[in-house]
């Protein structure tokens, strides 16, 4: 459903959101490779600003110098 790739020199950062099934969400961010943050929900309301947080650090991040990057080799 939503899924960008950030890098910057050696490190990278995940985000991700994916349905699952009809019984949820689940939230991801990874940092060089390590899971930091994971969270499932139901609601679609939460979805919906964990999506709009994940954006706006996104836009953060490339103002700052990371730039979008393919899937992680």
Do not use: C
Not at 15 to 22: G, R
Not at 35 to 41: D, F, H, I
């Amino acid at each position: 459903m939503f899924a960008i790739n950030l890098q910057r020199a050696e490190h990278t950062k995940r985000y991700s959101i994916s349905q699952l099934k009809e019984s949820g969400w689940e939230v991801k961010l990874e940092e060089d490779r390590e899971l930091k943050r994971s969270r499932y929900y139901r609601d679609w309301h939460r979805v919906e600003r964990a999506l709009a947080g994940f954006r706006q650090e996104v836009s953060e991040l490339t103002a700052h110098g990371w730039a979008i990057a393919e899937r992680d080799p």
